[in-house]
């Protein structure tokens, strides 16, 4: 319970109760320096929030872009695509690597499409938009959310990524359960 916690606004609650002593409550574009090699900086995402059947939009969410030792490693929760990300490569880019949903997209026929969840293509456009080196698909094949197949995110990631500038290799998709040092991803 002495870990630090970085968590958006109004999400302090579900730590502190918890006795966690270190929480930190940040807004979109908070940074807090972990040490001197490392920093986490709270940005924007294409999403909302829901804790309970009555506080929509009563917390915040975002992305968590981690500076380390000259790395930049941008985390995103969940999104869906926005001009935003091109803001962001600006004043942020290039990201080392961009870990990103690609699954939990197709809710027809209630929605043409989750407007907060990326698509596998949408994915490698916002990683684009953002200058990444490296794009990871994350948030597929654990739960059934949505309507898509279960292993069609990471197919059509990996087919789409010459779309959006990525060498395959580039495209990064790990098998359920892989477990690879960050290193080895992005290596010094």
Known sequence: KDSKVLVPLNLGKY????RFKDVNEM?????????TDLKVTLL???????????DMNKTLWGNFLIEYKGKKILFACDTG??????????????????????G??????????????????????V?????????????????VLSLEPIMEPPK????????????EEDAII????EITPLNDVIPD
Do not use: C, Q
């Open 15 to 18: 730590f502190t109760k918890n």
């Open 27 to 35: 807004d979109w574009y908070d940074e807090i320096k972990i040490n």
């Open 44 to 54: 924007p995402a294409v999403h909302w929030s829901k804790r309970s059947l009555t």
């Open 81 to 102: 695509y926005g001009d935003i990300y091109k803001d962001l490569g600006e004043k942020y880019g290039p990201i080392d690597l961009t870990m990103i949903n690609i």
């Open 104 to 125: 939990a997209y197709d809710f027809k026929p209630m929605f043409d499409k989750s407007i907060y969840h990326t698509t596998p293509e949408e994915a490698l456009n």
């Open 127 to 143: 990683a684009k938009d953002l200058k990444s080196k490296k794009v990871m698909g994350t948030h597929w094949g654990t739960f």
């Open 156 to 167: 059509r990631f990996k087919a789409s990524a010459a779309n959006y500038d990525f060498k």
């Open 174 to 177: 790990f098998k359920i359960g």
